[in-house]
Nanobody
């Protein structure tokens, strides 16, 4: 059974850092593109970053460029989102998603598999 499990969320002060992990099981991670999305209270889900199996990546949200870095370790079956210089506006539930058939995209319905999400709260 294909499963994605996020971890690493929590409460952090503005300017702090967190590293989110997305652990895959039941499938070969290297065959899939993996994306991070986030959803803040009262807002629509937003694509954050995506990484191809080759390791090439893209950030979709202008607000995270220069602060968030996506990476993957296919051998460990895990994708990471390193988040630095966090701002209160980054507060959201963060989800990872996987798709095998399509390239990276910020369009959520393109992804067939989703994790349960991990809460990130940036507050002093």
């Amino acid at each position: 059974q294909l499963q994605l499990v996020e971890s690493g969320g929590g409460l952090v002060q503005p300017g702090g850092s967190l590293r989110l992990s997305c652990a895959a099981s039941g499938f070969t991670l290297s065959d899939y593109v993996i994306a991070w999305f986030r959803q803040a209270p009262g807002k629509e889900r937003e694509g954050v970053s995506c990484i191809w199996s080759s390791g090439a990546s893209i950030n979709y949200a202008d607000s995270v460029k220069g602060r968030f870095t996506i990476s993957r370790d296919n051998a460990k079956g895990t994708v990471y989102l390193q988040m630095d210089s966090l701002e209160p506006e980054d507060t959201a539930v963060y989800y990872c998603a996987a798709d095998r058939a399509r390239p990276c995209s910020a369009y959520g319905p393109n992804y067939d598999y989703w994790g349960q999400g991990t809460q990130v709260t940036v507050s002093s």
